[in-house]
């Protein structure tokens, strides 16, 4: 069964730092997502991305996150100085049309700021 | 008023019981309706999806949608250990929207 991929599974970074983080949704979908997960708290939306732009974002998504779809498999979530707040679990969703909301999630990136 | 509404929890029943999981919203607008599975640490795993109001069914699954209320409950019937885990329901506005997630019930099945 086509499943949504993310890597690595953990990133430890230092503070300041650059991560980006990798997807690859499932493969006929066209709508992609990014979630995290703070530990113990509920799971929140950041991006969604629709035809290479960004369809809608949170407020969380300031100006240090970016996502990407350098190519035809990939989806990628950058965060070009990342903070001790940016610790958390991040998912990547996908769905396959416009007139659903069935978002399949991958297994997630941990990511530690030190 | 917080927009999606779930006890948390932990809810521990026996094995073979029926569970009721519930959340409350407050946005009449919500059009999309899902529950999610999340073992620990691992990503969520869509159970049932549901659009606009009514049940649906699935093996031993039933999710109910009742939007006077703003009331969504999933039932787990024959609960197994299998079935420890949390559970998140989900709310969505539109079609490929974001989704809103509750705070997640953390359901423990007793053998």
């Known amino acids: 069964e086509p499943e949504v991929t993310q890597t690595p599974s953990h990133q430890v970074t230092q503070m300041g730092q650059e991560v980006i983080l990798r997807c690859v949704p499932i493969s006929n979908h066209l709508y992609f997502y990014w979630y995290r997960q703070i530990l113990g708290q509920k799971v929140e939306f950041l991006v969604s991305?629709?035809?290479?732009?960004?369809?809608?974002k949170s407020e969380i998504f300031d100006d240090q996150f970016s996502v990407e779809r350098p190519d035809g498999s990939n989806f990628t979530l950058k965060i070009r100085s990342t903070k001790l707040e940016d610790s958390a679990m991040y998912f990547c969703a996908s769905t396959l049309l416009r007139d659903t909301n069935e978002q399949f999630f991958g297994p997630g990136t941990r990511l530690t700021v030190l | 008023q917080k927009e999606v509404e779930q006890d948390p929890g932990p809810l521990s029943v026996p094995e073979g019981a029926i569970v009721s999981l519930n959340c409350t919203y407050s946005n009449s607008a919500f059009q999309y309706f899902m529950w999610y599975r999340q073992y620990s640490r691992k990503g969520p795993e869509l159970l049932m999806y549901t659009y606009s109001s009514g049940n649906k069914e699935d093996g031993r699954f039933t999710a109910q949608v009742d939007k006077s209320s703003k009331y969504i409950s999933l039932f787990i019937r024959d609960s197994q250990p299998s079935d420890s885990a949390t559970y998140l329901c989900?709310?969505?506005?539109?079609?490929?929207?974001?989704?809103?997630f509750g705070s997640g019930t953390r359901l423990s099945i007793r053998p």
């Open positions: 989900a709310l969505g506005y539109s079609s490929a929207s974001k989704i809103i």
């Open positions: 991305f629709y035809n290479n732009e960004i369809s809608e």
